[in-house]
């Protein structure tokens, strides 16, 4: 067989992380914007698992097998690994070798060590550079948590906006709607320096919004075939557990991070009909899970705006606040909801806890009426920069960075921190910096 040329183009991932493993992550794309330019056949790839990053002694190792119909993409469940450990990975086929990756396993079950979590969401590449995402891997936070928009399935508008379509998509772009227009997207944004970094730095948990499918989306009433597409590609691009089961994929999830945080990633798409956001089997799930939760701090992450708004969002919790209620009653004084989509940061007292509002990576803001703050007194901040936010959970508190950069329509904006919070019941304390 003819030997195929570096296939390693799209870098490497881990995720989902657990006490005892990861998942890793690659695909083999030689030509990745080009339907990824493999063979149609088969390969074996071999994954290497080291406490060293020279990768002297293998912890590790096996093959796992990429095969056409998953787009070339190999996913690894690595098991036997020590809790709260940092670990080296890579990859080798053919006489090449990917780049190294960095993971952690998560805390044991009884761990009280704190827990660093970085928050991402809304990266539109037309709109800028992910610069953010180059200094949230450089951060090494233990696990990153990204709450959907992870990419943007427009085509190129026939006239885009001055001043915010600073990497045009081809000409030629369609919006996705086909498997390989949505493939395709994927590797345009994992060609990106600086996610592949973020990606290679720590271990991932995503949750689709709107956008990995298309605008606006919810619940099963679309095109079902456009959403098998798009979860196909969704899960062939990242590191999952679980896989899709046709038009359907299970992405509301819990993950324990010994007893200082359980983390509760919550769909906010897929089963919402008029006035449930959730949907009845998701809906017992998370009122269970918040209820029985013994950690030290109950974080419920998911995509939309969860506070109240004057004026009321059409899109959001605000539009859904039977649901909103329910949830509220289930959670424990101190709840922490971590959110984003409106590509702006906030952070807001709720009934009960507080909530976080992660800014865009690099999607344009919308306008923000100057007496947002003023309207919303249980709204404590706002910030229009784009960023990401680092939370540092312990047994003791939670305290959240805004970090932000100046500018996304060149690369190389530094990086600074516009506010720091911590939670105390349900009020914020604005830590001073
Ligand atoms: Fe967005």
Request: charged fraction near 20%; glycine fraction near 8%.
């Amino acid at each position: 067989m003819a030997k195929i040329k570096f296939p390693f183009t799209l870098g490497v991932a881990s995720g989902e992380p657990a006490p005892d493993g990861v998942m890793l992550w690659t695909r083999l794309a030689p030509d990745p914007l080009n339907g990824g330019g493999m063979p149609a056949s088969s390969f074996d790839v071999r994954w290497e698992v080291a406490e060293d990053e020279a990768f002297g002694r293998l912890t590790a190792s096996g093959t796992a097998r990429a095969q056409p119909a998953g787009a070339h993409s190999v996913h690894v469940k690595v098991a036997g690994l020590r809790p709260s450990s940092v670990y080296f990975y890579r990859f080798r086929v053919d006489g090449h070798t990917s780049r190294v990756g960095r993971t952690k396993t998560a805390p044991a079950a009884g761990s009280t060590a704190p827990v660093r979590i970085a928050v991402a969401s809304c990266q539109r590449y037309e709109h800028g550079y992910f610069t953010a995402l180059k200094h949230l891997a450089a951060e090494q936070p233990d696990v990153v948590l990204h709450l959907g928009d992870y990419i943007y399935e427009y085509g190129k508008p026939a006239a885009p906006a001055p001043g915010r379509y600073v990497r045009p998509l081809k000409d030629s772009t369609a919006a996705c709607t086909t498997l390989n227009a949505y493939r395709e997207r994927y590797a345009l944004y994992r060609l990106d320096p600086d996610l592949q970094a973020a990606h290679a730095a720590a271990p991932w948990l995503t949750i689709p919004d709107d956008h990995e499918v298309v605008n606006n989306y919810q619940g099963k009433t679309g095109d079902a075939k456009r959403r098998r597409a798009a979860y196909q590609a969704n899960y062939e691009h990242l590191p999952y557990r679980v896989k899709p089961g046709g038009d359907a994929m299970q992405f509301y999830r819990w993950r324990p991070f010994g007893k200082v945080a359980d983390l509760l990633l919550a769909d906010v798409r897929q089963y919402r009909t008029p006035g449930d956001m959730l949907g009845p089997a998701q809906t017992t799930w998370l009122l269970d899970r918040l209820t029985t939760s013994a950690a030290r701090w109950t974080v419920l992450a998911q995509p939309l705006f969860f506070a109240p708004r004057n004026p009321p969002s059409a899109d959001a919790w605000d539009a859904f606040p039977a649901s909103r209620a329910k949830i509220l009653q289930a959670a424990p004084d101190d709840l922490v909801v971590l959110s984003g989509d409106v590509h702006n940061a906030w952070a807001g007292e709720l009934d009960r806890g507080v909530e976080f509002v992660a800014t865009a990576v690099s999607s344009a803001p919308p306008a923000v009426r100057d007496d947002a703050l003023e309207r919303n007194p249980h709204l404590r901040f706002f910030d229009g920069h784009r960023g990401y936010l680092v939370a540092h959970a312990s047994m003791e508190e939670f305290t959240v960075d805004y970090r932000t950069v100046a500018y996304v329509d060149r690369p190389g904006a530094p990086v600074s921190t516009a506010a720091s919070f911590r939670a105390v019941g349900n009020k914020l304390v604005r830590i001073d910096l």
